[in-house]
């Protein structure tokens, strides 16, 4: 299903095909990645004008945007091909109570600009952009708090509300991303808390899983038992994990056993366990697969068909991240499943760490194409091929 490089790019003309493969040529190249964020640190500190390279190369092509706004088209765009648009503002790293307050307000923009709007399918928000990591990090070590703290997590817990009762409001669920695993539980317990008042009739708030941690399948089926004793409906994201080195690292540092798995089978395993326990318990439970691997979406698309459950059910949905794994998201609703993206936004150099992630993500290994560099070569062979018949 997904080897159709026609329909995972029709949305993209000859021009912007060749430059997501220049893009993409670039970004193969281990090397310029690796000193890539160095450079552009040092390009921002001497103050060198490489804002306007970056907005109109690697940030035109991963993120929608600097605002809502600025992502219409690309919300437009995607539906013309029945996928959705998942608004996500991506500026990481804040630490003040005036930038809290103001992601929330940003993020409860989001959902204002999704009510009522297929197009627009859900929300998404992370905790650490409404609340300083390091208070969520000594309520996860189990720390006492200080009178002051306390009323810093007080006020970090109300926007979490605010954000989940806007979504009630507007009708459109939201999603919790899962973060480091030092800070998980917190995130974790909030998540429950406000999936235990809001998911009274169906889920509108979601948790993230993440199923490269060797508890992550265990927490997901007690969580939903939770749900079923306690007569709410599990929201639940699926993802494999993507702080691997990060976690691996400090375990190692802090000398602790790591929370992860040791093999990437053991998380492919766990991942389509998962998948597999949500659909066998699909009456309260609606799920997410945020992947871009194919054997996973191929399984769960299989699964679906053996249980009699139609593509556009609307409680199972696919998602993958804008301008990665088209031949995924457009493949999967062109055969009737629902899709969603994720469309970062936010001030281009606020959102750099986002863009050195997926650059890094889609570095050649060994000096091999990445996936995504041989589809876009496929496809514009494909092109040239079909117009010189
Ligand atoms: C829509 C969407 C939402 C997402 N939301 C979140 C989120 O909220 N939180 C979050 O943490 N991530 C999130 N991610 C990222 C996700 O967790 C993965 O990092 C990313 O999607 C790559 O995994 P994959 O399933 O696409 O496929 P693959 O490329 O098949 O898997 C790569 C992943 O496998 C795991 N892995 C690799 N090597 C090993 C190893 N040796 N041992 C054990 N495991 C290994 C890692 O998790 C790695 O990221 C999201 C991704 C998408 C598409």
């Known amino acids: 299903m997904f080897d159709n490089t026609e329909i995972a790019f ?18 193969n190249v281990n090397f310029l990645v690796e000193t890539g964020p160095s450079l552009v640190n040092l390009a921002l500190k001497l103050k060198l004008p490489i804002l306007p390279l970056i907005r109109s190369t690697i940030f035109s092509h991963f993120c929608g945007g600097e605002t ?38 940003e993020i409860i923009a989001t959902i204002r600009r999704a009510r009522g709007d297929e197009k627009v399918p859900f929300s998404v928000f ?21 009178p002051d703290e306390e009323e810093e997590f007080r006020k970090a817990k109300q926007r979490v509300y605010r954000i989940c009762e806007e979504s009630v409001l507007a009708g459109t669920p939201v999603l919790i991303d899962a973060e480091q695993s ?20 169906s889920a509108l708030v979601f948790n993230t899983y993440q199923l490269y941690r060797k508890d992550a399948l265990g927490k997901l089926k007690k969580d939903l038992e939770t749900a079923a004793e306690r007569g709410f409906y599990l929201g639940a994201k699926l993802v494999r994990g993507a702080y691997l080195e ?15 798995h040791e093999t990437k089978a053991d998380t492919d395993r766990d991942f389509d366990a998962a998948v597999a326990w949500c659909i066998d318990r699909i009456d309260r439970v609606s799920f997410i697969a945020g992947t871009h691997n194919e054997a996973s979406c191929r399984k769960l698309a299989e699964r679906m ?13 696919f998602a993958q991240l804008l301008g990665m794994s088209d031949n995924i998201s457009f493949n999967l609703s062109h055969h009737g499943y629902q899709v969603a993206k994720y469309v970062p936004y936010g001030p281009v150099k606020a959102v750099l760490p986002y863009l050195f992630r997926r650059a890094h993500e889609n570095t050649g290994i060994s000096g091999q194409m990445s996936r995504e560099l041989r589809l876009i070569t496929e496809e ?3 092109r040239k091929k079909s117009r010189s018949r």
Not at 246 to 260: N, T, W
């Open 10 to 27: 029709s949305h993209l003309s000859d021009k912007e095909l060749k430059k997501a493969w220049w893009l993409f040529k670039a970004i």
């Open 68 to 105: 809502i706004e600025d992502c219409e088209d690309n919300i437009a765009h995607l539906w013309a091909y029945r996928v959705g648009t998942i608004l996500d503002y991506s500026v990481e790293q804040e630490k003040t109570e005036a930038a809290f307050d103001q992601t929330a307000a």
């Open 126 to 146: 992370k905790i650490t952009g409404i609340a300083r990591f390091e208070l969520l990090a000594k309520l996860d070590a189990g720390q006492a708090l200080s």
């Open 182 to 201: 030092w800070i998980q539980e917190t995130i974790d317990r909030l998540a429950m808390e406000m999936m235990a008042r809001f998911n009274k009739e």
């Open 246 to 260: 990060k976690e691996r690292q400090r375990a190692e540092e802090l000398g602790y056993e790591s929370p992860l």
């Open 305 to 317: 068909k053996e249980k009699g459950l139609s593509p556009d059910d609307r409680r199972i949905w």
């Open 380 to 382: 514009l062979h494909r």
